[in-house]
DNA sequence: CCGAATAGTTGACAACTTCAACTATCTCGT
DNA sequence: ACGAGATAGTTGAAGTTGTCAACTATTCGG
């Protein structure tokens, strides 16, 4: 209950902190001799090439009227010229004169000299944590159903910590499980980073839009000859749903195949049920079970199989 | 260069995007009889209590006229009340009525609501990385010369990771250390939470309103009887300079007294220029110091030692 | 071919922004 | 003590924005 209204005060003082940016920024637009209303214009008939004034009001959240008569004002500036649609004649098409499209790139510089202003007092690595505060509040905030640019890449520096981090956090809040866990897990990825790269390892990670959707690595299972085994499956919470679970697992079996493993096994706990479909829809089968008590719950491990030749 | 203007873009990107949200949010107020202004003065005055004319337009970034018409208009109300300065009476004082009071009240909860429609898709874990990554970007923003509340506290489920995680990226970033160093710190965070609470031990983050500012552990010396190691001393880029290492320092200095040590040590690299004159000031001495090759980098690794009976 | 929907224009009015002129009051240095 | 200059607030004027409603021209569906 006090969490609630906390968040709540957090994300006021945060709406009252950046509309005071978001002020400053605009502020810098009054070196011109065009109105806000008329830059933002511009701007947005720039980035589209030619539209209608209707598009512009719903795209600016303006009133037509108001559209019609700024877009008059700029056409009486020279910035605008306005014909007929061509096969819908209550249409109108709205483009950028030659002195527009100077106007329009003039205006970007000047944006773009704004939002470096801001970035200017941050060093790099601070530049990349505001870019990727901004990133996460975008996505968190607009539902994202987004399907973007999803790219499985390797781990860079820093990430296997990353990885143990949100692993820990997750397992935690949703089975209960303590540090034991998070501790196992710090282990194993740092057995994975310092194994030998014969016989073939890989770990992917997820990478949308910068941001770590996802990951699971590929190691050779502990004596026993041509066998891989898949361990580390997981999907960020926001993203579930959309299949990467079952891409990163494609991925990785393929991976396996190609490197010349014969067979592949993984552990994992019978409560990971969403884990359990996919390994199923891989083609992996249950070999055997078995309780155990770790991570402070009681646990039902599975052990699945996979056999590549086929 | 190419991620210079990556950034910008995406700076650019969130301005717009919260141009938005904050549009949709201020739309809600338009349900009372109040126009925008008129609602953030009355919250702006109710906040503070009771102010001056100038006081409101700096903070609201108005102009003193229309500063003036509108409190007038609010007098018309009956929501505010203005009387003549006391020791000045060029200022004016401008409180609310007890009708602003009640009218203040209901704005509050139209915003909280507003701010709650926000969070409201979220989930628990969602709500947490929202808000962390708001007060991140008002913290980077902002400059942040603000000394809020410091807290040392022991560290939760999931933060052993972020700290590696934090570190082998800034040391990679600062000295080239490479995922050796990654797996070394994993490896010592999993010790350290694995080991015994006897002979004591104790690790702390220095929690700056939710976000890591920094951290230190302490452990019993390995081999050597009533010996504290101090550990894994580190502070974020953006919190430096302002004598949290110093304190976390004094903090496990003070802690490792209690706890019955007579002596403590620590085992840092040269390069490390801060963090030595941060263990000089604390009373540690250098007792010898070796070459050694880690981390894809030539060391010079230094034994600093401290008495902890005088 | 008619009624309904859509694109845009125009008028009216209240509110906001910006600038400049103006009064009353205070501060500071001499 | 006093005058120059700064500060707090008020008022006027002109232009812009936000909102609503009435209106024309055009297109679409049956």
């Known amino acids: 209950m006090s969490d609630q209204t906390d968040d709540i005060a957090a994300v006021r003082r945060f709406n009252r902190f950046y509309t005071r940016i978001i002020g400053l920024l605009e502020e810098g637009m009054h070196r011109t001799r065009f109105t806000l209303s008329e830059a933002r214009m511009i ?35 020279d910035q605008v010229y306005i014909t007929p649609g061509d096969d819908d004649r209550r249409r109108s098409r709205v483009s950028l004169t030659a002195d527009g499209d100077k106007t329009c790139a003039r205006l970007n ?26 990133k996460l509040v975008m996505r968190l905030l607009s539902g994202s159903p987004e399907k973007g640019p999803l790219a499985f890449r390797p781990h860079r520096i820093g990430e296997l910590g990353w990885l143990t981090y949100r692993q820990a956090l997750l397992y935690n809040q949703e089975y209960g499980w303590n ?12 057995d994975y980073e310092d194994a030998p790269a014969t016989p073939p390892k890989a770990l992917w990670l997820a990478d949308f839009d910068g941001e770590v ?18 361990r580390m499956l997981y999907v960020e919470p926001t993203f579930r749903g959309k ?54 719950a009681d646990l039902n491990g599975q052990y699945w199989v996979l056999d590549l030749e086929n």
Chains 1, 2 share one sequence.
Not at 179 to 190: D, G, K, P, Q, V
Not at 213 to 230: I, W
């Open 243 to 296: 299949g990467i679970g079952g891409m990163l697992v494609d991925h990785a079996v393929k991976f396996a195949r190609n490197a010349g493993y014969r067979r592949m096994i993984l552990w994992t706990q019978d409560c990971l049920v969403s884990a359990r479909k996919i390994y199923q829809a891989a083609g992996f089968t249950l070999a055997r079970d078995e309780r155990h008590q770790s991570f402070g």
């Open 213 to 230: 959707a996802g990951s699971v690595f590929v190691v050779p299972a502990a004596g026993e000859e041509k066998t891989a085994q898949l």
């Open 109 to 134: 510089i000047m944006s773009d000299e704004a939002a470096a202003g801001l970035l200017e007092p941050l060093d790099r690595s601070g530049r990349r944590r505001l870019v990727q505060a901004m």
């Open 43 to 77: 701007h947005e008939i720039g980035k589209r090439g030619a539209t209608s004034g209707s598009e512009l009001a719903s795209e600016l959240g303006m009133d037509p009227g108001q559209v019609s008569r700024l877009l008059w004002r700029l056409v009486d500036q």
């Open 179 to 190: 540090s034991e866990f998070e501790t196992l897990i710090a282990r194993i990825y740092a």
